[in-house]
């Protein structure tokens, strides 16, 4: 039997019901982790669950919303009460609310701050007593994007959030290093989920359309959406930096874009 890339090491995946999160969640069992899957909806997470453990793997489920302090702290636990101990976190959850910064309303910048940055921020810190451990270790991917890096019109919010994570990955691998946590971030360019389709046929998600409008999606085909990548493509370069290969890479923000965006 070969052995797997992650085989022993539990995994946290917030955001892991849809899109990339859930490619990861998938990927990661295949290559023998325990996963807890989370999500602020419970139909899309009993999904994955199930997909996983069809597929042989080890899943857990837990419907939590990283924007609370007391969830993100529960979704943590779960791992080390399912599977004893955690050992790769992958702060995933994310939503676009986009608008030109004059038109942006305090609700769509708070919801999109709130989930990427502050979630991402909730479990790194729920995650603390048990990544700190002596002779523990771990490691933390943050998911931030190219917008962040470059910035993009109408996405004020997210581009900050994003742009937030990077500042948040360098501080956790500098704090965590003695403990032996890496943190690394991910850049992702356009990865074709629901968050990338277009908005006039799109899902409505807590109470807005999320896509990108057609015009402007059409116009994009010819550019940097030819660059659109799957979430498998996407979850990837994830499995890599959760894998012992990265062992030595710490504090570093990896773009995930197919050349996009350089
Ligand atoms: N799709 C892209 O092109 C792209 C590009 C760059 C970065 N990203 C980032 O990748 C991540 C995943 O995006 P996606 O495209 O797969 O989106 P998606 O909408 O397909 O999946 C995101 C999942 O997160 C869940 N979620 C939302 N808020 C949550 C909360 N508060 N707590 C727990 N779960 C929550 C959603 O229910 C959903 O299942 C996001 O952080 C996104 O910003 C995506």
Known sequence: MTLGRLDGKVAVVTGSGRGIGKAEAKLFASEGASIVVDDIDDRPMEETVREIQEAGGRAVGCVADVTKAEDAQRLID???????????????????????????????????????????????????????????????????????????????????????????????????????????????????????????????????KVGIPKKVRDNMMQGVMAYLLTPEDAAKPVLFLASPDARYITGQVLNVSAGAFI
């Open 78 to 208: 779960t791992a080390v009460s399912s599977f004893g101990r955690l050992d790769i976190l992958v702060n995933n959850a994310g939503l676009t609310r986009d608008n030109l910064i004059a038109r942006m309303t305090d609700q769509q910048w708070d919801i999109v701050v709130d989930i990427s940055l502050k979630g991402s921020f909730n479990c790194i810190r729920a995650a603390a007593r048990h990544m700190m451990k002596p002779n523990h270790g771990g490691t933390i991917i943050n998911t931030s994007s190219v917008v962040g890096l470059f910035g993009n019109i109408g996405q004020a919010n997210y581009s900050a959030a994003k742009a937030g994570l990077v500042g948040l990955t360098k501080t956790v691998a500098k704090e965590w290093q003695r403990y032996g946590v890496t943190c690394n971030a991910v850049a992702f360019g356009f990865v074709d989920t629901r968050l990338t389709r277009e908005k006039e046929t799109g899902e409505e998600v807590m109470g807005e």
